[in-house]
């Protein structure tokens, strides 16, 4: 039997903390976004409910050690409604609306689930590194199938974020009222992190035509001023563009040290803005992610709220 020293007993004491300091650390970065399924409208007569809308993702930046799910439900059978089964096709693309990783269909009886991963260290190489991908789950009308996203750590599997879905955003015509922009809420950046405002053309679908997206992008303080840099952009159908607001933007206020700007946090809005009219129609889908510049990793995901079509 072999004996230990106080040193070396010491040090495997010591290492077992940093561990679990590693793994509390990553509890604590777990973003709390509502889950998410498509939207259902209930159908009279005793029939199928009929999804009014395809549930789709914006983008979503992963980091290296980090892996991307697509999950899939079968809903259970509900009093007065036949079992329905639910037929998905997932698939990954990236910002270019590039096919990407794996790919699968998927027949399911209520009830029954699936899943799809992409792992980014099959595109990352090192820690630092960051790629923006989007989920995609078609899904085949009259199929309710419940969709949702997770980013999770490779190393203790804990989930960081629940990516909800993306309301698709349209533009008013020429005789409707607007609903409003599609506002985002104000987010907190500090030193060492990036606030990333990205928008997808709304992709095609079985049910849908595809609409090309044409938005304007910036940031706006607590004070409504525009920060940092602004930007437009024409996408075509499963295009997608980005645009980065770097802390170091806003946090001025005592000077350029790094030790004094440490632990100062300034509260921003990403800003969406579509054209008041258009001869063809527009279908943008936004959202907005702060990551940290040292590791990639998202620490916060939010979607602008507003008209699903």
Same mark, same amino acid.
């Given at each position: 039997?072999?004996?230990?020293?106080?040193?070396?007993?010491?040090?495997?004491?010591?290492?077992?903390?940093?561990?679990?300091?590693?793994?509390?650390?990553?509890?604590?970065?777990?973003?709390?976004?509502?889950?998410?399924?498509?939207?259902?409208?209930?159908?009279?007569?005793?029939?199928?409910?009929?999804?009014?809308?395809?549930?789709?993702?914006?983008?979503?930046?992963?980091?290296?050690?980090?892996?991307?799910?697509?999950?899939?439900?079968?809903?259970?059978?509900?009093?007065?409604?036949?079992?329905?089964?639910?037929a998905?096709?997932?698939?990954?693309?990236?910002?270019?609306?590039?096919?990407?990783?794996?790919?699968?269909?998927?027949?399911?009886?209520?009830?029954q689930?699936?899943?799809?991963?992409?792992?980014?260290?099959?595109?990352?190489?090192?820690?630092?590194?960051?790629?923006?991908?989007?989920?995609?789950?078609?899904?085949?009308? $009259?199929?309710? !199938?419940?969709? =949702? /996203? +997770? &980013? @999770? %750590?490779?190393? *203790?599997?804990?989930?960081?974020?629940?990516?909800p #879905?993306?309301?698709?955003?349209?533009?008013?015509?020429?005789?409707?009222?607007?609903?409003?922009?599609?506002?985002?809420?104000?987010?907190?950046?500090?030193?060492?992190?990036?606030?990333?405002?990205?928008?997808?053309?709304?992709?095609?679908?079985?049910?849908?035509p595809?609409?090309?997206?044409?938005?304007?992008?910036?940031?706006?303080?607590?004070?409504?001023?525009?920060?940092?840099?602004?930007?437009?952009?024409?996408?075509?159908?499963?295009?997608?563009?980005?645009?980065?607001?770097?802390?170091?933007?806003v946090?001025?206020?005592?000077?350029?040290?790094?030790?004094?700007?440490?632990?100062?946090?300034?509260e921003?809005?990403?800003?969406?803005?579509?054209?008041?009219?258009?001869?063809? $129609?527009?279908? !943008?889908?936004? =959202? /907005? +992610? &702060? @990551? %940290?510049?040292? *590791?990639?990793?998202?620490?916060?995901?939010?979607? #602008?709220?507003?008209?699903?079509?």
């Open positions: 039997m072999k004996r230990f020293s106080i040193q070396v007993l010491l040090r495997l004491c010591s290492a077992g903390k940093n561990l679990l300091r590693a793994a509390l650390a990553a509890v604590v970065t777990v973003a709390m976004v509502l889950q998410t399924s498509p939207v259902v409208i209930q159908a009279q007569g005793g029939t199928s409910p009929t999804l009014a809308v395809p549930p789709n993702f914006g983008l979503v930046g992963l980091a290296f050690n980090q892996s991307l799910r697509i999950n899939v439900v079968g809903p259970a059978t509900q009093p007065g409604f036949p079992p329905s089964p639910c998905a096709a997932l698939s990954f693309l990236d910002a270019n609306g590039n096919p990407v990783g794996p790919s699968r269909s998927v027949n399911l009886d209520p009830g689930s699936a899943a799809l991963d992409l792992n980014a260290n099959t595109l990352l190489k090192q820690l630092g590194q960051r790629v923006e991908l989007r989920p995609v789950a078609i899904t085949y009308p $009259p199929n309710p !199938c419940i969709v =949702s /996203a +997770e &980013v @999770f %750590d490779n190393f *203790t599997a804990f989930s960081i974020l629940v990516v #879905a993306t309301p698709v955003v349209v533009p008013p015509g020429p005789t409707e009222i607007a609903p409003g922009p599609p506002n985002f809420g104000m987010q907190g950046l500090v030193l060492g992190q990036v606030l990333r405002l990205s928008v997808v053309a709304y992709p095609p679908s079985p049910a849908f595809p609409d090309p997206c044409v938005a304007s992008l910036a940031f706006a303080d607590r004070s409504g001023n525009t920060v940092g840099p602004a930007t437009t952009v024409s996408l075509n159908p499963g295009q997608s563009a980005s645009l980065d607001l770097n802390s170091s933007t946090i001025t206020n005592l000077g350029t040290s790094s030790f004094a700007l440490f632990g100062q946090r300034a921003v809005r990403p800003v969406v803005t579509l054209p008041p009219t258009s001869a063809t $129609p527009i279908a !943008c889908q936004a =959202s /907005a +992610e &702060v @990551f %940290d510049t040292f *590791t990639g990793r998202t620490w916060s995901y939010a979607v #602008a709220p507003g008209p699903a079509e």
